[in-house]
């Protein structure tokens, strides 16, 4: 399955610019493995998307996975959802399934039932690379690897400070072990 993607741009309202370019270079384009779950669930986004473009007449099919499926000002069914909601669905909101309900008469109900929407914390796109970012940096895969994985270049010290962070991490966990071993021990 190829997916390509992008950060959205804040702060430029008008669709064309913010979704023109796609890629910065050539090293954007990334093939990164998913688990079953998550390719189960792009799937129906892509298949509720298609359902949507064959028998919405107002859906315009541009391409993406993560799609409107109301007008937004200016934004047309099937352009691409704002990075504001996507942390909007992220924190708890739905798949929109009630607006597909409502237009198409078709439950996509299934989307929702594969994804946990309890959650209270507030969390937004950026911090799923960061925490997979920390996790590699926790399993010992090398910077570079990480740094090619993420797109940064040789220069770029964001992946060290996170691998620094991770580190301190394990040392203050050491510590504790430490504290509880002589505990045990005396």
Sequence with gaps: MNISGERAV??????KERYGAILKTKESVRTIPMSPKVEQILLKYIERNKFQARFNPTYHDMGYIFTRVYIKGKNQQGSPLYHTEISMFLRGGT?????????SGKSYKDIDDLVDFGRPV???PHMFRHSFVSVMADKNVSLNVIREFVGHSEDSREIEKI????MQKGKHKIEQV???LSKIIS
């Design 10 to 15: 804040e702060g430029l309202r008008d669709e």
């Design 95 to 103: 798949s929109q399934s009630v607006k597909y309900n409502k237009k």
């Design 122 to 124: 507030h969390i937004v």
């Design 163 to 166: 691998y620094l962070h991770v």
């Design 178 to 180: 430490m504290i509880d």
